[in-house]
T-cell receptor
Framework: GENVEQHPSTLSVQEGDSAVIKCTYSDSASNYFPWYKQELGKRPQLIIDIRSNVGEKKDQRIAVTLNKTAKHFSLHITETQPEDSAVYFCAASKRDDKIIFGKGTRLHILP | GAGVSQSPSNKVTEKGKDVELRCDPISGHTALYWYRQSLGQGLEFLIYFQGNSAPDKSGLPSDRFSAERTGGSVSTLTIQRTQQEDSAVYLC????????????FGPGTRLLVL
């Protein structure tokens, strides 16, 4: 079955700098890659997703890139702000199958 | 519209007791997922439903765990003879269909087994 690896497990960046979180997946049939953000004590919420027919997607300060050949995808957050502090989960799925989550990255934005 | 709801929000029980956790998905969502999240940890997949059937129960930790879904809507996760290691937040999520769809999470049930 699908296996999603995520790193780093913890990331600290200065406010205003960029943060990058990377994930790899094992099943070449996976074609949907969402990213979820979980703030402390709250439920995970989708922040951005990408499907396998595109290589990059951007939404304001957040972007996701996908390399299907290498089977890896990344989340990029630019101009980080205190409210970006949270746990971020990547995930992968294929049609008509469950979503598999990575183990999460705890992002700390330092003042 | 209403989001995913779960009840109870908190549950404290004694070791050996049975507990039932409830999830009300978004109306019309055919896929429903249960996850377990221990303190500071990731999302551990337990089971998912497509309609009332559960094509994948591979994540259930032991035969003490079971789940059902009726009417393609409400789902109940039952843990029998609870153990201290069952203490965690149990999250439910629903999506319009399985795979390739946004999952909407409920607020979770925080279970503490004493």
């Amino acid at each position: 079955g699908e296996n999603v690896e995520q790193h780093p497990s913890t990331l600290s960046v200065q406010e205003g700098d960029s943060a990058v979180i990377k994930c790899t997946y094992s099943d070449s049939a996976s074609n949907y890659f969402p990213w979820y953000k979980q703030e402390l004590g709250k439920r995970p919420q989708l922040i951005i997703d990408i499907r396998s027919n595109v290589g990059e997607k951007k939404d304001q300060r957040i972007a996701v890139t996908l390399n299907k050949t290498a089977k890896h995808f990344s989340l990029h957050i630019t101009e980080t702000q205190p409210e970006d502090s949270a746990v971020y989960f990547c995930a992968a799925s294929k049609r008509d199958d469950k979503i598999i989550f990575g183990k999460g990255t705890r992002l700390h934005i330092l003042p | 519209g209403a989001g995913v709801s779960q009840s109870p929000s908190n549950k404290v029980t004694e070791k050996g007791k049975d507990v039932e956790l409830r999830c009300d998905p978004i109306s019309g969502h055919t896929a429903l997922y249960w996850y377990r999240q221990s303190l500071g940890q990731g999302l551990e997949f337990l089971i998912y439903f497509q309609g009332n059937s559960a094509p994948d129960k591979s994540g259930l930790p032991s035969d003490r765990f079971s789940a059902e879904r009726t009417g393609g809507s409400v789902s109940t996760l039952t843990i029998q003879r609870t153990q201290q290691e069952d203490s965690a937040v149990y999250l439910c999520a629903s999506s319009e269909n399985r795979g390739r769809e946004t999952q909407y999470f409920g607020p979770g049930t925080r279970l503490l087994v004493l």
